[in-house]
């Protein structure tokens, strides 16, 4: 038998005179090593896979028990949404008008419009006539733009004078006297004075023209 003097690989072919491995050159094998070799049988493996094989098996079980810790972590949320009474957190939707709410609105603000309106007074500012003391007699503009004329009467009465004209709207007029009770006719509160127009003497409602 023979044997590599470098890698010490054996040979039992005695006519190999060259290592198939390094190319060394063979010697030949004495006896007692041969049995000693032989007693001793192969080699052990080398450390080297033993520690491969020990870092994979630490890697996986660090892989596992991240693995279990996620799981661990989802199971306890789970189960504290459970607990309160809840299957999550809860986003309360924003408030928004229902058709009836926003009806109601609208019919509310056209209620209040009109009230504003209807406090409006849409003739010009009435101002107390002058005294009739002086030479001169006092004047004033017909304000009346919803019928478009002042009824000049018979009367100082709505209903029982007789209507003798009408008198448009914008023309200005001379007062002779007016009476000093204040009377409300509709809405509207005044005095009756007596006027001319046109060559007829009669009575208009002062609520009606602008001083």
């Known amino acids: 038998m023979k044997q590599c003097p470098t890698c010490r690989s054996t040979y039992s072919d005695d006519t190999l005179r060259y290592c198939l491995a390094d190319g060394a050159a063979l010697s030949d094998l004495d006896s007692d090593a041969e049995t000693l070799l032989r007693r001793d049988g192969p080699a052990t493996l080398p450390a080297s896979k033993s520690s491969s094989s020990s870092f994979v098996k630490i890697a996986i079980a ?49 209620e209040e419009l009109q009230k504003k309106l209807n406090e409006v007074n849409t003739t010009y500012p009435q101002e107390t006539p002058p005294g009739f003391e002086s030479d001169e007699l006092p004047t004033a503009t017909v304000n009346s733009p919803n019928d478009g004329f002042l009824a000049l009467r018979s009367e100082p009465d709505a209903e029982s004078g007789d209507r003798l004209a009408q008198i448009p709207h914008g023309t200005v007029i001379t007062l002779q006297n007016c009476e000093n009770e204040r009377v409300k006719i509709g809405s509207r509160t005044g005095r009756w004075c007596m006027v001319t127009y046109r060559g007829q003497t009669g009575w208009v409602f002062d609520a009606w023209l602008v001083y």
């Open 62 to 110: 660090v892989m596992v028990l991240g693995i279990v810790g996620l799981i661990g972590a989802g199971l306890a949320t789970v189960l504290y949404f459970a607990g309160s009474g809840s299957d999550g957190p809860v986003i309360s939707p924003s408030p928004s008008a229902t058709p009836d709410a926003e009806k109601a609105r609208l019919e509310k603000e056209l």
